[in-house]
């Protein structure tokens, strides 16, 4: 089983940033594919950023160069800057090996 600690929410004004991290309980995390999504109410879940096993990363279109996912050891991130209102949601730590795992939700708030 593997355990997900997410860190780094909180609220902020926008155009300003903010540090999401996910700290993993698994060992050899580096197989996982690992990634962020969001959750706005009303909203499906959707993918913010990922980063597979080969390091290819991907970011859903909405991110605009604004966000960037890492990784190292047992851990991931995701820097988030020039945030918008419209980046208010649920932010959650996703990673994939055999199972899916997901850490628990962050509240990301934008005002305006």
């Known amino acids: 089983q593997v355990q997900l600690v997410v860190s780094g929410g909180g609220l902020v004004q926008s155009g300003g940033s903010l540090r999401l991290s996910c700290a993993a309980s698994?060992?050899?995390?580096?197989?996982?594919?690992v990634g962020w999504y969001r959750q706005a109410p009303g909203n499906q879940r959707e993918m913010v950023a990922s980063?597979?096993?080969?390091?290819t990363i991907n970011y859903a279109d909405f991110v605009k160069g604004r966000f960037t996912i890492s990784r190292d050891g047992a851990n991931v991130f995701l820097q988030m800057n020039n945030l918008e209102p419209e980046d208010t949601a649920v932010y959650y730590c996703?990673?994939?090996?055999?199972?899916?795992?997901w850490g628990q939700g962050t509240q990301v708030t934008v005002s305006s």
């Open positions: 698994a060992r050899m995390f580096h197989i996982y594919r």
């Open positions: 996703h990673a994939y090996w055999v199972y899916e795992y």
């Open positions: 980063i597979n096993t080969a390091g």
